[in-house]
């Protein structure tokens, strides 16, 4: 080979090497002293087999891997990858294309893959860190969920108090900062739909702090009415918030139910209650106040009273239902739509209402992700 060429070849970032039908090594290119720290000469005959591998067995091991290749290779030879190790002992991983000559030579060009492998390696380990982080994630989670569900009251127990009632809840992650609440006190109901900041673990960190504060102020305390109920909540979280330092709070609708002299009394803070009678839709609007934000502020949350008669059918809800995004133009479903949907289904048992509002919600959403925590409570009384 004249100058020109061998110095063309040093200067590569290839390999050539061809090897004899016998796997003795004919030749390597003068680029093997600048990538591998070997003179060619040193690697002619067997030397490629032995001094670039970490031992002799090794490299028998893969000149006879590579023979046997060769000859079942019916003339297409497979692209592989190897790793040899320089004279300094470093490793260099090479990917190698072959292809047999006439006279069965097999021409090898080596490609040094070294920084590639060397950043395929590093982003398997990070994958496998965040594998790893995501898996005792999801534990805690998990675990999160069981803590949230142990102190939930159970659905199902709401019907014991009045028969015909349900609770739809849906979290839109494994926890839900949307939070159902019922106590039975004496002659009277309480109930209550809460709606926490955000959703997922935060949103349930809140709810848990929401059911301490309804339990210790309705189940603990003789406040007399829902108003004065969420002052007592209002003045408590924003305490507790403002100690930590947090903006957060929540939305809330509170109703009592006494069924001796037959009322029901609401308050709401952003959560409205919808009482529908004889087909009519009746809204009765929630303050404008959040439960713990805002310090400093004066609140007034209203209190409303309404005698019930048998047959009224009384709503509670957080806004994941009508804020949820979907049909044709990936719209929200609406608070319109949403009380529309409640009057459509009138003649239906509060069990067979919670499987229409499930079922409409799905059919609305479709393919798109839910967009928040969803809770509906219905009681007929």
């Known amino acids: 080979m004249n100058f020109i060429g061998e110095a063309i070849l040093q200067h590569l970032n290839t390999l050539i090497v061809v090897i004899s039908p016998q796997g003795e090594i004919n030749y390597v290119s003068p680029s093997v002293q600048r990538l591998l720290g070997y003179h ?52 260099k991983y090479i990917v190698w294309n072959s292809h047999l000559t006439e006279n069965g030579n097999l021409v090898s060009i080596g490609y040094d893959i070294s920084d590639r492998k060397q950043a ?20 805690s989670i998990a675990y999160a969920k069981r803590i949230q569900q142990s102190i939930l009251v159970h659905p199902e127990g709401l019907n014991k108090e009045v028969a015909d009632s349900f609770i739809l809840y849906r979290p839109k992650d494994v ?22 900041t955000g959703h997922g673990v935060p949103g349930a960190l809140m709810s848990v702090m929401a059911y301490g504060l309804l339990r210790n102020n309705i189940a603990k305390r003789n406040l007399n009415n829902p108003a004065q109920i969420l002052y007592a909540l209002d003045e408590e979280l924003q305490a507790e918030l403002l100690t930590q330092g947090t903006a957060d709070g929540m939305d809330i609708a509170l109703i009592e139910i006494d069924f001796e002299t037959q009322k029901v009394q609401y308050a709401g803070a952003f959560r409205p209650l919808i009482l529908i009678r004889n ?26 009273e309404f005698n019930w008669l048998p047959g009224d059918a009384l709503y509670l809800f957080s806004d994941g239902y009508a804020d949820q995004f979907g049909g044709e133009r990936n719209k929200k479903f609406n608070r319109k739509n949403f009380y529309e949907t409640l009057l459509s289904i009138q003649d239906m048992t509060m069990e067979e209402q919670a499987s229409f ?19 509906v409570m219905g009681i007929k009384l």
Not at 120 to 139: H, P
Not at 175 to 196: E, I, P, Q
Not at 279 to 304: N, R, T, W
């Open 279 to 304: 087909g009519q839709l009746i809204e009765f609007k929630a303050s404008k106040f959040p439960i713990g934000l805002y310090g400093g502020v004066e609140k007034q949350f209203d209190l409303h």
């Open 357 to 375: 509002l499930e079922y409409t919600h799905n059919n609305w959403k479709q393919n798109e992700t839910q967009t928040d925590d969803i809770l």
């Open 120 to 139: 395929e390696q590093l982003l398997n380990e990070k994958v496998k860190e965040l594998q790893k982080k995501n898996a005792e994630m999801s534990e």
């Open 40 to 91: 060619a000469s040193q690697l002619l005959g067997n030397g490629w087999w032995e001094l670039p591998r970490e031992s002799a067995a090794e490299g028998l091991a893969i000149k006879n891997q590579v023979l046997e290749a060769t000859k079942k290779s019916k003339g297409h030879i497979p692209i592989f990858e190897r790793y040899v190790t320089t004279a300094q002992g470093a490793k």
């Open 175 to 196: 926890v839900s900062g949307d939070l159902y609440w019922y106590y039975k006190k004496g002659n009277k109901l309480y109930v209550a739909a809460v709606d926490c």
